[in-house]
């Protein structure tokens, strides 16, 4: 499993899927080890089919953890 701060999670109302560089995304053909970063600007979410702008990472820099202190 990737480090939480490349893990980044859609913020769309009850959807919450998160994703994991290290996985991919076989719903969206997006091979293991892809940074999300990387992912097209068309990507969107294989759950709410919401935009990359939707997402926030897990932790770091821009996350809702970082906004909380």
Request: charged fraction near 25%; aromatic fraction near 8%; charge should be negative.
């Amino acid at each position: 499993m990737a480090d939480p701060k490349d893990m980044y999670q859609c913020q769309v109302s009850n959807c919450g899927y998160v994703y994991d560089p290290d996985k991919g995304e076989p719903k969206t053909n997006t091979p293991p080890g892809t940074a999300f970063k990387d992912l097209p600007d068309d990507w969107a979410c294989p759950h709410s089919g919401s935009s990359k702008k939707t997402f926030r990472p897990l932790a770091g820099p821009g996350s809702t953890l970082a906004e909380a202190r």
